[in-house]
């Protein structure tokens, strides 16, 4: 509990203090902020900058989620009827993406679409279509697609291994019932299947809400460090109100409103878990 109480209540009872005062330079230089009141929020909620950008953050995560969940839990049902050798391999596989570091990862997508060198744009080329020195990111929908796919691609051994590990705990006597009175593979994994795993579902889907949510890494190494505004996600407009600008309070504001949001946004997920424990 003391360990808790420093790592994770002491910062966040700080970060509130802040979020209700003026600190930039002239504060940290005078070592005390002015108290402004829920000020730094009212600029925050009236700036129409930044509903675009927590309307871009929430369809960003969405895409995220829905693309991990919809794939990690196609392979983990593939898994399921894989051969034992080719299981092992593949288990293997998705271990070693989960043990390469973030950095590593991130740099090895960015150099596959890299201006220069990019490796898909060779591939392109050898179909017959001329795309030498294109630019992904120079349209967001494509620049937020490979930047979605290097998240989607680093959570999908989690999801996998996790969403198996459940599957292999669904009774056989449940599902061989199923088979002999008829059922298809759709109405075994709707009637039987799912309703099993919803709470692991449920889990991975709040999980991964929490985590893409506030992807930061991957846009900050993708874009030089240096994003356009039309890349900005609520971490990354949280950082730059802080520390590009030096408004501190108003980058402790931010971030409170993104802890809240999140909260919102898995609670009912959370309560609903703890309904189904409960039953």
């Known amino acids: 509990m003391l360990a808790l109480g420093i790592i994770l209540c002491f910062p966040i009872y700080k970060l509130i203090q802040l979020s209700f005062e003026k600190y930039g330079l002239a504060e940290i230089i005078a070592g005390k902020g002015t108290f402004v009141g829920v000020q730094n929020f009212a600029n925050t909620f009236s700036d129409p900058e930044f509903w675009k950008i927590l309307q871009r953050t929430v369809f960003f995560t969405a895409g995220m989620v829905a693309v991990s969940v ?43 679409f890299s201006f220069n060198f990019s490796i898909v744009t060779a591939v392109i080329n050898s ?43 669904v009774p056989r006597e449940l599902l061989e019932a199923a088979e002999i009175d008829g059922a298809n593979s759709r109405q075994v994994f709707r009637t039987i299947i799912f309703p099993i795993l919803l709470p692991v579902y449920i889990i991975i889907i709040s999980l991964s809400v929490i985590w893409d949510f506030q992807v930061f890494s991957h846009i900050w190494i993708f874009l030089d460090s240096r994003p356009p505004a039309e890349y900005y996600t609520i971490a990354i407009y949280a950082f730059q109100k802080s520390f590009g600008l030096s408004e501190y309070g108003m980058g402790a504001a931010i971030s409170l409103i993104m802890i809240l949001t999140l909260i919102s946004i898995t609670g009912y997920y959370l309560r609903q878990m703890m309904k189904m424990g409960n039953e």
């Open 70 to 112: 919809i794939v990690g839990a196609w392979i983990a049902h593939l898994m399921v009827k894989m051969n034992p050798i080719i299981r092992n391999v593949l288990n293997g596989v998705l271990i070693l993406v989960w043990a390469m570091p973030q950095l590593v990862s991130i740099s090895v997508w960015r150099w596959m």
């Open 127 to 169: 179909l017959g279509f001329e795309m030498n020195n294109h630019n992904y990111f120079v349209n967001t929908f494509s620049g937020f697609m490979i930047i979605g796919g290097c998240v989607a691609w680093g959570a999908l051994p989690f999801i996998s291994i996790s969403i198996y590990a459940a599957l292999t705990q």
